[in-house]
Each structure stands twice: as C-alpha cells, then as structure tokens.
C-alpha cells in the first residue's frame, strides 16, 4: 500500500498530466506502481508519448518528505477507483483521479449542502450563514464549504455549533492552512467531518486552483446556496459548475441597496430559487428539521422579553434596554444567559443578534 501511495505522489508532481489522464492510468495498472515498468508503447497510448519520459524520472524522485508529513497528519490517499471515494463525486464525469483527505468521510455524508458566499460578509450574511448551516446540520445534513473568509468560515462554524458533519474543499494543499486564521477551525473540521484537496503536497492556494476546488464543491452537494455575493464574485464559479451538473441552485435574497447581495439578487432575476428560511431547503431535501425551536428553549419571562426583540440585524443594547423600559447593566446580564445558551450573540459596538 506504502508503495501505491508513493507512486500517486510522485504522479501528482507532474506538471502537466492532467487528471484525464491519470485516470486512464490509475485502473490500467494493479498495483498503481507497475507504472514505472509498462513499456513505452503502452504509456503512449494513455497519456501519451510527451509524459513518458516524465513518468519514468519521477521513479527516482525522492517523497520521503510528503510520506513522512501523511503519516505525522494522519492523510488519506485515496483514488477514484477506490470503495471510500465520496458517493457524490462517483457520476461527476471530471472528478479528480484522486483525493488527499484529513478526517473521515462516511457514506452519511451523501446528504450534503454547500453554503458558499462572499469573503467581505456582512454581519446579517455572517449570521445567516450560520443560522443556516446549523439548522441544516441538525437535521443530518453535511455542510460542504470551501473553509474561505466570510460566509465559509461561518457554515463550518454553524455546522460544527449544532455537533453535524462539514467537509472542506481546500484550494491548496492539504498540509497548507488558508487563509492561516482558520487554523483551529480546520482542525475542528477534521475532527467532526473533513478537509479534502486534489492538489499536491505543500501547493500553495495559487488563484487558478480554485475554479477546480469550486467543481468539488458542488459536485459533493446535492444542492448549493448562495448567501451575499457581489456583481463580480468567484462565488459564480461554483454557480456555474452547480448548472452544469444538474444541482439545484439557491439564492439568500439581500438588502438591494448593499453591495454584498447585488450578485445573489441578480441570481435570483437569473433563475436561482429564492430561500428565506433553512426550511426551504429541508423541504427540497425531503427532511423534517430537528433543529431547537425558539418556544422550545425553556427561557425566563425576562430573557423571553429581550429574546424576542433580537433577529438577524444587530441590535444595540442600548436600544432594547430603551425598548424594554429597564436598565442596560441588567438587559447586559440578561444577553450575556442567552448568549451562554447559544441563542444570542453579540457583535462589535455592543449589538446583539439572534443565533438560531
């Protein structure tokens, strides 16, 4: 097995095999590293007669550093031959011939949501986000994401809050933590669900890496959601890779006068189906919601009162303690129960939001 995983490392450091290729190759030869003995005829009628001198010298090349670093993070390689390959990537037609996987994935997680959006979140796209994934998480759904700034962050973060499964589609390698802030949140995701990347050791997050981690993206989810993107966002990169394969694809409508939602607006002008609620997506999905209900939360007569008054804008504190005709030190004590309960949670500036 040792050997299998050399030979598909020393093969993902060719420049220039693509994965057509290499997946002609990966089933032609059992074990994967006869490769290096196939004759020259045989490899140019796979991958042709340019790759094969590259094939032969990479036998020589020396991996004991990225064997040692699969060993020390407990990696995963795997091929699309192989029976842990994720479920929903088995009909993808331009599926990677192989995957670098940190955690576990489990057959479960064929019932999957992507939730994707902007970087520069704002906080209702933030909060939405959130509120989303955990719903969704609740009710046994996995949340697929691209462990991104902004609304990335916040469907692990939601997902991982409600105790479901996330899986991230890394744009770099899967050794390489970006953005580098997300270096608990990674290790979370691991824990309760996995990261995944088709791209060598060590490669760094380069730009034209993430139009291919988007088409992973979609392709592990049975649908997508969009929550705030711009006029210009990489966000329609994964829309148009969910079009192609067939995916539903949602859109979170937004505040027409803010930059962050002209492009999810536009989604829904374009066809996109409109959700309000995680609900919309649970009905598509066939799922009945498990997630808490607001009157089911046991609250306090008080903290009922404050409760409420917040939704998904931000509230300043000072403004419920003027709503609710009490003082701010005690609304302060009254937030800081709801927040310890996980149904509130507060912002910059002393604002508070819902969280549920």
């Known amino acids: 097995m040792e050997n ?20 002609r190759l990966i089933p032609r030869f059992k074990p994967i590293s006869r490769v290096f003995n196939a004759s020259q005829n045989e490899l140019s009628g796979l991958i042709g007669r340019d790759f094969v001198l590259a094939v032969r010298k990479s036998k020589t090349k020396n991996v004991e550093a990225e064997i040692s670093l699969l060993k020390e993070l407990k990696i995963d390689l795997i091929t699309f031959k192989d029976s842990s390959w994720p ?5 993808l037609p331009d599926s990677p011939p192989f995957l670098f996987i940190r955690g576990k994935i489990i057959p479960e997680d064929q019932q999957a949501i ?18 989303f994934a955990y719903e969704l998480a609740s009710s046994g759904i996995t949340i697929i994401s691209g462990l991104a700034r902004g609304i990335d962050s916040c469907a692990h973060k939601g997902a991982l809050r409600a105790g479901g499964r996330t899986i991230a589609v890394l744009g770099c390698g899967i050794d390489v933590v970006y953005p580098p802030e997300n270096r608990l949140l990674m290790q979370e995701i691991i824990s309760h669900g996995a990261c995944i990347s088709e791209f060598p050791i060590g490669d760094s997050p380069w730009a034209g890496n993430f139009p291919a981690r988007n088409r992973l ?12 993107a711009a006029t210009r ?7 148009e890779w969910a079009l192609g394969q067939n995916k539903e694809v949602f859109a979170v409508p937004g505040n027409i006068t803010s930059e962050a939602s002209k492009g999810t607006n536009r989604l829904i002008m374009d066809g996109a189906q409109p959700v309000t609620s995680p609900q919309d997506i649970l009905e598509y999905m066939g799922i009945k919601s498990k997630a808490k209900e607001a009157g089911k939360l046991n609250l306090s007569e008080e903290e009922s009162k404050v ?17 609710l ?5 005690k609304i302060l004590g009254i937030l800081l129960n709801l927040e310890l309960r996980g149904v509130a949670k507060q912002l910059p500036g002393r604002n508070f939001v819902k969280n549920i």
């Open 233 to 239: 966002s990489g966000v329609f990169s994964t829309v």
């Open 114 to 131: 992507a939730i994707i959006g902007s970087r520069r979140a704002t906080p209702y796209g933030r909060f939405i986000a959130e509120k």
């Open 307 to 323: 409760f409420n008054l917040l939704n998904y804008e931000p509230k300043q504190v000072d403004n419920l303690a003027e709503a």
């Open 4 to 23: 299998e995983v050399e030979t598909l490392i020393k093969l993902s450091n060719i420049k220039g095999l693509t994965e057509r290729k290499l997946k």
């Open 87 to 91: 479920l929903n990537l088995k009909s």
């Open 217 to 228: 993206i979609s392709g592990l989810s049975k649908a997508i959601v969009v929550i705030e």
């Open 325 to 329: 005709k009490i003082k701010v030190s």
